[in-house]
């Protein structure tokens, strides 16, 4: 039997991403991990956000893929992102560099990649995994805050574009709240004056307020998909709750 929605995740093979493959909503659907490492069961496709030259088989796979496709759905959420973390003039430079790649460059052209290849008579759409970094200055992450902030704004313009121009492919941006997996865990273990948030998140992890499993963000955000209203940015919570 033919699968009737397609869904691509990458780097779901942990975290989030991990979260949302175990959750996704559709019975019949083929599920695809896009990442550096190979899922334990899901279809895998290698590509390294730190390395455009592994994005072009992305774009293949996206053609490909959909050429002749007859069914229900087609969506990418882009998940994936690469940790840095230190102050300007502090870091090492090439990492710094390799961090806008990752998580500036890389959702764009992915993103132009996946709306390039959808096509007509089925859903399709597009979801960008932002953060309240995107409008709040988090110290230490000056790198993924205006990454996300430019995916964002990103988002608002590509749907613009497609409201003039008829398309009926969705697009949206989602902050997806306080989310219990390894990298935060690590970031809360972090003295204030190496990451000023870092106590914080200590705190907010062991009271447990406003705090989500992989498993429960993700779902809320399946619930959230296809966006109903004309917001570019859902918000399921904020990073943190600060005291």
């Not at 991990?33 to 899922?39: D, Q, V």
């Not at 390799?98 to 089925?122: K, R, T």
């Not at 121009?165 to 997806?176: D, E, L, M, N, Y």
């Amino acid at each position: 039997m033919a699968q009737d929605t397609i869904v691509w995740i990458s780097g779901a093979t942990q975290g989030l991403g991990s979260g949302l493959a175990a959750t996704v909503p559709f019975e019949n659907a083929r599920v695809i991990n896009l990442s550096l490492y190979p899922h334990s069961t899901l279809e895998s496709l290698y590509f390294d956000l730190t390395e455009p030259s592994t994005w072009e088989a992305v774009g293949e796979h996206f053609r490909e893929t959909l050429r002749d496709f007859t069914g229900k759905r087609a969506i990418f959420i882009h998940n994936a992102i690469v940790h840095g973390l230190g102050y300007v003039t502090e870091v090492d430079r090439a990492a710094y560099q390799m961090e806008f790649v990752a998580n500036a460059l890389a959702p764009l052209i992915l993103g132009d990649m996946f709306l390039s290849a959808v096509g007509e008579g089925y859903e399709s759409g597009l979801a960008m995994i932002t953060s309240a970094g995107a409008r709040s200055p988090f110290e230490g992450h000056s790198a993924y805050c205006a990454a996300k902030a430019a995916v964002e704004m990103w988002v608002r313009t590509v749907r613009r574009e497609f409201k003039r121009r008829g398309k009926k492919t969705w697009v949206v941006g989602i902050r997806p709240g306080f989310v219990d997996t390894p990298s935060t865990r690590a970031e809360a273990e972090l003295p204030a004056d190496v990451y000023p948030l870092g106590p914080q998140m200590a705190k907010q992890l062991a009271s447990r307020e406003a705090v989500m499993t992989p498993e429960e963000a993700a779902r809320g955000i399946w619930a959230m998909l296809p966006p109903k209203g004309d917001d570019s940015i859902l918000l399921q919570g904020e990073m943190v709750v600060v005291s």
